[in-house]
């Protein structure tokens, strides 16, 4: 069965300090895969996407098929990077998408 | 910009009520979606719609119904709420993933207590 798994509930740094929040997925197919933020008091909102491969916010995540992983990396992190980060799947014609447990990331400042 | 929208904000039940929450879309999105928000479980797929009158059931159906009718309206049915369905309720769209990006967009959440 499809499966996100994000094995850390709570993740707390320093301020500058490297990030890296993980994510396994379970999917014999070709994944399509998301990291979704929610800030405090906001909606959900994407923040980014394995097939753009871009950098958003100075966060990078790089699909590994081999150990399938995507896990999000920030060099350097900020405080206003505070928030709860969500990975999240998309497979089958129907565009279903699931979504892993969730890590707060807390910045210290 | 694509908003979507959900009618209510706070609700507070009884157990054994009917409860509906609805949610509309304003950019013609195929897909929507319901899924409940609780913490250390994160989001967990209820129900979703790829076209009017379709739906399909995600992981945690049981207890609960959608209807589709229009394009730009999902709403999820709690035929006899019961104090385990009390949680947060998001609903969300999206362009097929041959469409557009695949990308979801949420409403604000409707947070649901059953007493």
């Known amino acids: 069965a499809q499966r996100v798994t994000q094995p850390e509930k709570l993740l707390s740094v320093f301020k500058g300090a490297p990030v890296e929040l993980k994510c396994n997925y379970s999917?014999?197919?070709?994944?399509?895969l998301f990291w979704y933020v929610q800030y405090s008091r906001q909606r959900l909102q994407l923040l980014l996407r394995?097939?753009s491969r871009e950098s958003i916010k100075g966060f990078t995540a790089d699909l590994n098929k081999g150990e399938t992983s995507f896990h999000l990396k920030k060099p350097f992190a900020q405080e206003e990077d505070s928030a709860m980060y969500y990975c999240?799947?998309?497979?089958?014609?129907?565009?279903?998408?699931?979504f892993g447990s969730g890590t707060r990331l807390s910045i210290r400042p | 910009d694509v908003k979507v929208t959900q009618s209510s904000r706070y609700l507070v039940k009884r157990t054994g009520e009917k409860v509906f929450l609805e949610c509309v879309q304003d950019?013609?999105?195929?897909?929507m979606f319901w899924y409940r928000q609780d913490p250390g479980l994160g989001l967990r797929l209820i129900y979703f719609?790829?076209?009017?009158?379709?739906?399909e059931k995600g992981d945690i159906p049981e207890g609960y119904s959608v209807s589709r009718e229009k394009k730009e309206r999902f709403s999820l049915i709690l035929e006899s709420a019961s104090t385990n369905q009390t949680s947060m309720y998001l609903c969300?769209?999206?362009?097929?993933?041959?469409?557009?990006?695949?990308?979801?967009?949420f409403g604000e959440g409707s947070r649901l207590t059953v007493l």
């Open positions: 969300a769209s999206s362009l097929s993933l041959a469409g557009g990006t695949g990308e979801l967009f």
């Open positions: 999917y014999s197919g070709s994944p399509e």
């Open positions: 394995h097939i």
């Open positions: 999240a799947l998309a497979y089958s014609s129907a565009s279903k998408i699931i």
């Open positions: 950019m013609d999105h195929e897909n």
């Open positions: 719609s790829y076209d009017v009158k379709m739906k």
